[in-house]
């Protein structure tokens, strides 16, 4: 639990290696400042492996973008290779980015949050963390 909670807290630490000019873009992204987002979460790896106590959360916060068909990033990892903690932040990720308002568009209803997050669960996303996910949601426990 500790460790997920941290993982949670820290899988975007690569992000201070990506300059704010691409973070905060409010228009679409060229080729290569989207190449160069997508390296955040190797940056990840390499900072929380120079930290000895966070060594252990590396790899999961690491694969916050990775996807169980194979198709995301930074590894390009699938279900195999996934964890149920990287699994938990790969959808828990998701549904944060979704429910807040970004300099590109505004927080989405929690009700189109839960539909996008649906449509991926199976292929792309684990299917027992959306469920759960749904569930807390229905109890109104998020
Ligand atoms: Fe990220």
Same mark, same amino acid.
Do not use: W
């Given at each position: 639990m500790r460790d997920q909670r941290r993982a949670g807290l820290l899988h975007d630490i690569g992000k201070l290696g %990506?300059?704010?000019?691409? #973070? =905060?873009? &409010?228009?679409? #992204?060229?080729?290569? @400042?989207?190449?160069r987002i997508k390296k955040h979460p190797g940056l990840t790896y390499e900072v929380l492996m120079r930290v000895p106590p966070f060594r252990t959360i590396a790899e999961v916060a690491a694969s916050h973008h990775e996807k169980l068909d194979g198709t995301g990033y930074h590894r390009g990892m699938t279900g195999e290779d996934l964890d149920l903690p990287s699994r938990i932040l790969a %959808?828990?990720?998701?549904? =944060?980015?979704?429910?807040?308002?970004? &300099?590109?568009?505004? $927080? *989405? &209803? *929690?009700?189109?949050?839960?539909? !996008? !997050?649906?449509? @991926?669960?199976? @292929?792309? #996303?684990? &299917?027992?963390?959306?469920? $759960? #996910?749904?569930?807390l949601v229905s109890k109104g426990e998020l």
């Amino acid at each position: 639990m500790r460790d997920q909670r941290r993982a949670g807290l820290l899988h975007d630490i690569g992000k201070l290696g %990506v300059s704010n000019r691409i #973070l =905060d873009k &409010p228009g679409p #992204l060229t080729p290569k @400042e989207h190449a160069r987002i997508k390296k955040h979460p190797g940056l990840t790896y390499e900072v929380l492996m120079r930290v000895p106590p966070f060594r252990t959360i590396a790899e999961v916060a690491a694969s916050h973008h990775e996807k169980l068909d194979g198709t995301g990033y930074h590894r390009g990892m699938t279900g195999e290779d996934l964890d149920l903690p990287s699994r938990i932040l790969a %959808v828990t990720d998701i549904f =944060d980015a979704l429910s807040q308002g970004r &300099p590109y568009r505004p $927080a *989405m &209803p *929690m009700e189109r949050v839960l539909g !996008l !997050l649906k449509e @991926e669960s199976g @292929e792309k #996303l684990c &299917p027992r963390c959306v469920g $759960a #996910l749904d569930d807390l949601v229905s109890k109104g426990e998020l």
